[in-house]
């Protein structure tokens, strides 16, 4: 079940609402489905600590939950403590949590409140599962004062739309129109090499008698953004 709110031509939120069956239980479990043509591919300023970490304890906690620790090997924001606790929140939902696995994870902080592992709206996951966002995060580390501008252009609606390949984009920073090219993949995928900070107006050579709409992104030292361009529903 989907229950979907437009939120702005460009946002979409939803929350995802699923059932299965847990240790012999039926579960329900619901996700944020928030969608954007603008993502944060970095560090994601909102989580407190970001690292790559191995559950070392997990014990039972109130209301079928779960305090887990968690040893932290490589972090990429934050202090976390080492060992770190942590609550689940909808832990019955989560990807099933063992001694020893390794995990992307990224968590939230609020003063005089335990740290909570959720189900709801977390990026966190099993490191098979995050590969890519690893690698981006190790490059961010290194990147000096330069970002990461991708994203993928697309035909017809933002999150259902086709993929575009061989698509021109260019970022022209607007403080003394210096322009950089980067060209699609076959997945309507691209990215530019690591841009200088500044403020950026993105546009799409125009495919054909099609002309995605213009964006524009402030790209900061350290900072990677995905974007997607398409056109937008009054310009179809």
């Known amino acids: 079940m989907l229950a979907v709110t437009l939120t702005c031509l460009c946002v979409v939120e939803a929350q995802i609402l699923s059932t299965q069956k847990v240790r012999d239980k039926m579960v329900t479990c619901m996700h944020s489905g928030l969608m954007s043509d603008l993502n944060d591919c970095g560090k994601q300023p909102w989580y407190a600590y970001i690292f790559v970490g191995y559950i070392s304890a997990i014990k039972p906690a109130t209301n079928d939950e779960m305090e887990i620790q968690i040893v932290p090997e490589e972090v990429f924001s934050g202090k976390p403590d080492s060992p770190l606790t942590v609550l689940t929140s909808q832990g019955l939902c989560l990807p099933k949590l063992v001694v020893g696995d390794r995990w992307l994870f990224y968590l939230r902080k609020e003063n005089g409140k335990p740290i909570v592992l959720d189900y709801y709206g977390n990026d966190s996951r099993p490191v098979a599962d995050t590969k890519e966002q690893i690698e981006t995060l190790r490059r961010l580390e290194k990147i000096g004062d330069f970002g990461i501008l991708r994203g993928q252009v697309v035909?017809?609606?933002?999150?259902?739309?086709?993929?575009?390949?061989?698509?021109?984009?260019?970022?022209?920073r607007q403080s003394d129109n210096k322009r950089f090219v980067a060209i699609t993949n076959t997945e309507g995928r691209y990215e530019f090499q690591p841009l200088p900070p500044g403020n950026y107006k993105i546009t799409v050579v125009p495919i054909g008698s099609y002309h995605p709409d213009e964006s524009e992104i402030d790209l900061r030292p350290g900072i990677c953004w995905d974007l997607t361009l398409t056109r937008s529903p009054k310009h179809r």
């Open 155 to 172: 035909r017809g609606e933002s999150f259902n739309g086709n993929a575009v390949p061989n698509a021109h984009v260019i970022a022209t």
